[in-house]
């Protein structure tokens, strides 16, 4: 098995690429070791030391590290636990775990539904690219609410990507959008 890694716009973050499927139809953000017992490969990531944050994509997993600890130590260590769950044949999720509940009027269904459709086609393939993702988790009086998650949690560009990119293109093509924050878990 040959894993790929890329780093990512968050100095304390790389994306590693097992090359093959991670988590089908969903993310997984891990702020800690406690929230990732549902996942048998996140709970052994959490398990060396330095590991402070872990996301699963559809094909790759992102690792953010403690600024104590030196990539140069780790990286081996993470591409090994990678390598052995993946050739161990575990599952990536022992439980679905319970989606976060969107605030949403139901008159603003049709808004709702087109911010989705530019967060889906837009915004998700290039946060995807640089090892994380965005959820939205609600919109009330113009509001959108937003979660970064992966590489983009605690990345110093997170808040220009929604300020500047995420929530000037809400605004250009939905006129209802007033602005976008960032929603935390």
Known sequence: MFIETESTPNPATLKFLPGQEVLSGRTADFADADAALISPLANTLFGLAGVTRVFLGADFVTITKSDATDWQALKPQVLGAIMEHFLSGQQVMSEAGAAAAEDVLPEDQEIVDQIKDLLETRVRP???SDGGDIIFRGFRDGVVSLQMQGSCSGCPSSTATLKHG???????????V??????YS
């Open 178 to 183: 007033q602005s976008v924050t960032q929603a």
């Open 126 to 128: 290039a946060v995807a």
């Open 166 to 176: 995420i929530e000037n293109l809400l605004k250009h093509y939905i006129p209802e």
